[in-house]
């Protein structure tokens, strides 16, 4: 997010596209440079280190295999430089895939925290549904979640498309009231 206030001066009217993307290519590449040579050495920039396996496919996931929580350097780098260099070649493509999208972007924070506490929200829906009772939350209304409960990755998927689906209309509607009104605080949310 703060990378995104960062490069939003390359995004005012009149900021020459070639250059923008030029910038944001240059950048993305040499994140992913400094993620190459660094993880290569393995001294400095993740905590765990990478070490040659079994077999070559292994190997390439040890070395790709770094630390998101709390992000490490070197996650920073392979996450945000690709990030980057697709965000310079996804400029010029217009679809109707894009219109969607761009509303979510218009509303980051809005997103991140409909889209947390309706999750949330189904699943203590769940919780309840299949036979819990409040005494086996723990800790609270975030925590309707039991150690042995959750989905395969296909049905967390399609539950994921779902939510994002169906907050979309409020997502819409929030970026064209943030498009009719300049309240500071609309700024940040």
Not at 64 to 69: C, E, F, G, Q
Not at 82 to 91: D, F, N, R, V
């Amino acid at each position: 997010m703060i990378l995104g206030y960062c490069i939003g001066c390359l995004y005012v009217n009149g900021y020459d596209g070639a250059k923008r993307r030029r910038i944001l290519v240059r950048t993305g590449m040499a994140a992913i440079l400094v993620f190459l040579v660094m993880r290569w050495i393995n001294v400095y920039g993740d905590l765990r280190i990478w070490t040659v396996q079994a077999s070559t496919t292994r190997t390439i996931l040890s070395f790709l295999n770094v630390t998101k929580y709390l992000p490490s350097l070197l996650y920073i780098c392979i996450t945000i430089g690709p990030g980057l260099i697709l965000l310079a070649w996804l400029e010029k493509v217009k679809s109707a895939w894009t219109k969607v999208v761009v509303i979510f972007g218009r509303v980051p924070m809005f997103y991140y925290l409909l889209h947390f506490f309706v999750l949330h929200f189904l699943c203590m829906i769940v919780f309840f549904a299949i036979g819990h009772t409040m005494s086996e939350a723990a800790g609270g209304m975030m925590f309707f979640r039991p150690n042995d409960f959750g989905y395969s990755l296909g049905v967390v998927y399609l539950i994921w498309i779902a939510v994002v689906a169906g907050i979309y209309p409020l997502c819409k509607w929030y970026s064209q009231y943030k498009a009719a009104h300049t309240y500071w605080w609309l700024n940040y949310l």
